[in-house]
T-cell receptor
Framework: GENVEQHPSTLSVQEGDSAVIKCTYS??????FPWYKQELGKRPQLIID?????GEKKDQRIAVTLNKTAKHFSLHITETQPEDSAVYFC????????????FGKGTKLSVKP | DAGVTQSPTHLIKTRGQQVTLRCSPI?????VSWYQQVLGQGPQFIFQ???????GRGNFPDRFSARQFPNYSSELNVNALLLGDSALYLC???????????FGEGSRLTVL
């Protein structure tokens, strides 16, 4: 089955700096890769996703890149703000069954003012 | 519109007991998935239901079961509770199995 590895487990940056979180997956059949943000005691919320037919997707300060050959994808947050502080999870699944997501273990991002 | 609603929000059980968790999806959503999130870990897939049929099952023992009702709400049942079942149980709904997932706030289960 699918296995998703996520690094780093913790990340501390200064406000305004960029943050990068990396994930690798094992199942070449996976073709859908979402990223979720989870604030303490809150629900996971989708912040961006990418499908395997594209290599990069941007949404304001957030971007995701995908390398299908190497089976890895990354989340990039630019101009970080204190409100970006949260735990971020990457996940992988097949498009035909997005309800069956395999998550990474999470990255706790701290943005220091 | 209301989001995904789950009940109860918190509960405490003792080892060996049984628990039922409930989930109401977003109106119009026909697919419901259940996840277990142990503290400090990512959510782990338990079940997916669509149109009252099981569409997928994660690597969980038979003590875990679920069902989906005609109104698309769902229940997750866990029998013979173990200490290791203590976790946040998340329900997520989508229009169909290929749609974006929307998570509820979860039910936090503590097993003593």
């Amino acid at each position: 089955g699918e296995n998703v590895e996520q690094h780093p487990s913790t990340l501390s940056v200064q406000e305004g700096d960029s943050a990068v979180i990396k994930c690798t997956y094992s199942d070449s059949a996976s073709n859908y890769f979402p990223w979720y943000k989870q604030e303490l005691g809150k629900r996971p919320q989708l912040i961006i996703d990418i499908r395997s037919n594209v290599g990069e997707k941007k949404d304001q300060r957030i971007a995701v890149t995908l390398n299908k050959t190497a089976k890895h994808f990354s989340l990039h947050i630019t101009e970080t703000q204190p409100e970006d502080s949260a735990v971020y999870f990457c996940a992988a699944s097949q498009l035909r069954s997005q309800g069956n997501l395999i998550f990474g273990k999470g990255t706790k991002l701290s943005v220091k003012p | 519109d209301a989001g995904v609603t789950q009940s109860p929000t918190h509960l405490i059980k003792t080892r060996g007991q049984q628990v039922t968790l409930r989930c109401s999806p977003i109106s119009g959503h026909k697919s419901v998935s259940w996840y277990q999130q142990v503290l400090g870990q990512g959510p782990q897939f338990i079940f997916q239901y669509y149109e009252k049929e099981e569409r997928g099952r994660g690597n969980f023992p038979d003590r875990f079961s679920a069902r989906q009702f005609p109104n698309y709400s769902s229940e997750l049942n866990v029998n013979a509770l173990l200490l290791g079942d203590s976790a946040l149980y998340l329900c997520a709904s989508s229009l169909d199995p290929t749609g974006e997932l929307f998570f509820g706030e979860g039910s936090r289960l503590t097993v003593l």
